[in-house]
């Protein structure tokens, strides 16, 4: 039997909850666009995000660990691959669509620059008299306007929806700026599943990598709770934390939060009377997000990470030196623009040059950056 797309808008209608977004719903693309005859519109979305050169460079930027510190550790790529799983697996269990909570996952930091949040905040800062940089922006920008892949329209011409979703993530750390994207309304449910599948992966799993490292020990761990449980359930009493022991740990806390994700969105949404996706968007507040235990719970081991991992003297060295890569590099090109390639410009006459910077200096990955400064400062290295 072929499954056309008016078969799978059925199928979907049929499965997703009254509250979850229908693909056949959508507000639609910017620009004319024929939708293809095996695939919704949602579906679609997720495909051309996967094969964009700004989805591929995700394999070599930062996540906490730069990637010569060694290939065991999340990279951006793998991260985003993470939370598109979490993802899924919270919107399957509450009826909201899949397909539009993947494509959002992915999408959600196409616009990271080299080296995680510290090249964010030295390009922030470069850019403050010229518009200012934020990932989000950006990797709405790539998706809008930078990648060039069709002939027909800039960017990839996606579904309000998803655009909606890249717009709108936002985290503890990153507040969304949703002008032209009806501010007025909170994300949808699938948008809302994105921005906690994202916060609930980085922090396992950055736990699982500072585990790896040594740079968090389980000596360190004692008397978080959320910890505790875990040594209890698996009746682990040290002190030498095994391989396998660090697996079964680290999977069973992503799944007592994504539990408590599920049963407590589950019960806020029930108890809003939500019918529509509409109404989801029009409560004063998220229905996504954990119990009030788990948030405390979840709290904690935040603020745990951030002291022991994140500013361990090890990962504050390489934002040192990554601000002071990414600087350089912009100053040497602000000063000089014939030190930028041929290619990027022919973009001066299009984009202001300091913008023209920003996005050639996002787009890198962390080796690129590096081999780049190389290249600029070093005497020995060919240009």
Not at 148 to 161: A, D, K, M, S, V
Not at 164 to 192: M, W
Request: proline share 4%; glycine share 6%.
């Amino acid at each position: 039997m072929f499954f056309d797309r008016k078969k799978l808008e059925e199928l979907e209608d049929r499965s997703l909850a009254p509250y979850g977004m229908r693909s056949r719903n959508s507000k639609g693309r910017e620009y004319l666009d024929n939708e293809p005859s095996y695939r919704t519109s949602f579906q679609r979305d997720r495909d051309r995000i996967l094969h964009t050169t700004a989805f591929r460079r995700l394999e070599y930027k930062t996540q906490v660990f730069i990637n010569y510190e060694g290939d065991y550790f999340r990279t951006r790529l793998t991260h985003t691959l993470e939370v598109a799983q979490i993802g899924r697996t919270i919107a399957r269990a509450l009826g909201a669509n899949e397909d539009l909570v993947e494509a959002i996952c992915l999408a959600h930091d196409l616009g990271h620059p080299p080296f995680g949040h510290s090249g964010e905040v030295a390009l922030h800062r470069l850019m403050k008299d010229y518009g200012g940089f934020d990932h989000n922006k950006q990797s709405f920008r790539i998706v809008t306007k930078l990648e060039q892949r069709y002939p027909e329209f800039p960017g990839l011409n996606l579904t309000w929806e998803v655009r909606e979703g890249i717009v709108k993530h936002e985290s503890e750390y990153d507040v969304s700026d949703a002008r032209g994207f009806n501010p007025e309304l909170r994300g949808n449910l699938e948008t809302q599943i994105a921005n906690v599948a994202d916060e609930l992966a980085y922090t396992t799993h950055d736990l699982d990598d500072g585990l790896r490292s040594g740079i968090v020990t389980p000596e360190m761990l004692r008397g978080i709770e959320i910890w505790e449980i875990l040594t209890e359930t698996f009746g682990w009493r040290g002190p030498t934390l095994h391989e396998m022991d660090r697996h079964r740990m680290i999977r069973h806390l992503v799944g007592l939060l994504v539990s408590d994700v599920v049963e407590s969105t589950d019960r806020r949404i029930r108890d809003s009377g939500a019918q529509s996706p509409l109404d989801i968007q029009q409560l004063p507040h998220n229905v996504i997000g954990f119990s009030e235990d788990m948030h405390r719970r979840h709290r904690e081991l935040k603020d745990f990470l951030y002291k022991n991992m994140y500013r361990h003297y090890r990962v504050v060295r390489m934002a040192v030196k990554a601000e002071q890569i990414i600087s350089d590099l912009f100053h040497a090109y602000h000063k000089e623009p014939a030190t930028l390639p041929t290619h990027v410009q022919k973009l001066l006459d299009i984009r202001s040059l300091e913008r023209t910077i920003c996005d050639y200096i996002a787009g890198m990955t962390d080796r690129y950056a590096v081999e780049e400064h190389q290249r600029l400062f070093d005497p020995f290295i060919k240009p």
